[in-house]
């Protein structure tokens, strides 16, 4: 039986990597202390070392780059739809015309 993903605030997950960077606890202690996984805090370090605040977007919320990457692909798909509208348009007038 699967049971609901526990979802934690950015706030959340930044405080427990403070918790292990800043005060020096272990991430067994912190773990323990917060009643999160291990492999969990891991993750949430390296995330924080490697992107900062950025870490933590939020469900729903993109980073600039991954923004970025939605637009150009909702482009994509309009112009590759358009192309085919006039690709069929022309093959009918081509059709009509002779």
């Known amino acids: 039986m699967?049971?609901?993903r526990k979802v934690y605030t950015a706030e959340f997950k930044l405080s427990a990597v403070q918790m292990i960077t800043e005060q020096k606890l272990s991430?067994?202690?912190?773990?323990?202390?917060?009643?999160?996984?291990?492999?969990?805090?891991?993750?949430?370090?390296?995330?924080?070392?490697?992107?900062?605040?950025?870490?933590?977007?939020?469900?729903?919320?993109?980073?600039?780059?991954?923004?970025?990457?939605?637009?150009?692909?909702?482009?994509v798909k309009r112009l590759e739809m358009e192309r085919d509208i006039l690709n069929k348009a022309t093959a009918f007038f081509v059709t009509q015309m002779n």
């Open 2 to 4: 699967a049971g609901t």
């Open 27 to 75: 991430v067994a202690e912190v773990a323990r202390r917060l009643g999160v996984t291990e492999n969990r805090l891991h993750d949430g370090k390296k995330g924080v070392l490697k992107k900062g605040a950025e870490a933590f977007p939020g469900s729903g919320h993109l980073t600039p780059v991954e923004e970025e990457l939605r637009q150009l692909r909702a482009d």
